[in-house]
């Protein structure tokens, strides 16, 4: 699942009039580089939620086969939040656990790496990745392997993870949940485990890193 319902507030006025993830980054938006390297990772099916202007969304994607994707889409009233968005996407998703990816990352995580399952008592399984610049405080700890809530190492969630069903099975579907509440359970009930990313990963938070991760995959590109 891509998660693509976001406002993108903090981008404005780019996303007054187009939806984050298409975004343009060297030449083609945001979440097609999700969609190619889903598909260069084994992944058939995609299901997006959307909220703001996902109507754009739909018509640009499609149905997924230019990928060979079939895309399913979640549409959402007004944006439900993460947590709140995937349990409304359940149905699409199956009784397996699921992968999720935000809509608003560049990365290069193994997404086929990550989908090999989780363990039978878990919840859920994070990326984690070092504190960036404007994320310095991080989010959780990861000491000697073990997930916890805090501790020495704090590193920052990526917004990719394979979650089980079940965690979102007290949510009621289309209405607003956090995410955080779930995985802070999860966590302190020894359900949700992680890896720690040392690749590459850029959260597109504002206009200014949109040009600064355009300006380096363009520089990379006539550097080949």
Not at 57 to 68: D, F, H, Q, R, T
């Amino acid at each position: 699942m891509i998660l693509a319902a976001g406002r993108g507030e903090r981008m404005r006025p780019l996303t007054d009039h187009t939806p984050k993830p298409l975004l343009p980054v060297a030449g083609q938006a945001l979440i097609v580089w999700h969609l190619q390297r889903l598909a260069a990772a084994g992944f058939k099916e995609v299901v997006i939620n959307h909220a703001h202007l996902g109507a754009q969304i739909e018509a640009a994607l499609g149905n997924g086969s230019e990928w060979g994707l079939s895309i399913a889409y979640s549409p959402e009233a007004t944006a439900l939040e993460t947590a709140g968005g995937i349990a409304l996407a359940l149905p699409l998703l199956g009784e397996q656990p699921f992968l999720v990816v935000n809509g608003d990352v560049y990365c290069d995580i193994d997404f086929a790496a990550l989908a090999q399952g989780l363990a039978s008592h878990q919840l859920a399984k994070l990326v984690l990745v070092d504190n960036p610049p404007q994320h310095e405080r991080g989010d959780f700890a990861l000491d000697d392997g073990k997930l916890q809530l805090d501790g020495v190492k704090r590193l920052t969630f990526s917004g990719v993870a394979v979650y089980h069903p079940q965690l979102f099975k007290d949510l009621v579907p289309g209405e607003v949940a956090k995410l955080l509440p779930l995985l802070q359970q999860a966590i302190v009930q020894g359900q949700a485990s992680a890896i720690h990313h040392h690749g590459v990963w850029h959260d597109i938070g504002t206009p200014e890193r949109l040009q600064a991760l355009d300006h380096a995959l363009r520089q990379n590109e006539h550097s080949v």
